[in-house]
């Protein structure tokens, strides 16, 4: 019993210093990058959080889809997120990244399978485009949901 009861607590620990250590590669296909980067800058600080740019997705465990993902990018992105060390969590941020928004009408040629069909998105964060506050939120319930695991 007391090893089982150790391992509960090495897993919470485990799962605590994961959720507050969350290094994100992020896709910046359009004008919702501007809130990322402006969440990422000193007034709304994501650092705080534990949450730190990377520019090289093996170095990552958060993945920020931003913007319109059409059919041509769809490979490039799927390839970034398996390049990412396991567990590996998917935060979709804005309407274009959470499901087409503006472009996702059915006539439209480039987006016939939309990037949330073949990725599993943990968080999606609304808005057009979202505000920092509401970017931060996001973010704040992947850590509850990481470490409520
Ligand atoms: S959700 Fe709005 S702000 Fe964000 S990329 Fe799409 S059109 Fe631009």
Redesign the pocket.
């Known amino acids: 019993l007391n090893n089982k009861v150790s391992l509960f607590k090495i897993d919470r620990l485990l799962n605590w210093a994961q959720a507050n250590s969350l290094w994100y590669f992020q896709t910046g ?7 990322v980067i402006n969440s990422a800058g000193s007034r709304y600080d994501l650092e705080r959080f534990g949450c730190l740019p990377q520019n090289d997705p093996s170095q990552a465990d958060l993945l920020l889809l ?3 993902i059409s059919e041509k990018l769809a490979d490039d992105v799927l390839a970034i997120y398996h390049e990412m060390r396991e567990p590996r969590f998917v935060m979709a ?6 499901g087409g ?3 996702s009408k059915k006539e439209n040629y480039a987006l016939k399978d939309p990037i949330q069909n073949r990725i599993p998105i943990d968080v999606f964060v609304p ?4 505000r920092p506050e509401t970017i931060m939120e996001g973010l704040l319930k992947l850590q509850e949901k990481i470490r409520d695991h």
């Open positions: 296909t359009a004008c919702c990058a501007d809130e931003r913007g319109f941020v804005g309407a274009c990244a959470c928004g503006l472009f808005g057009c485009p979202p």
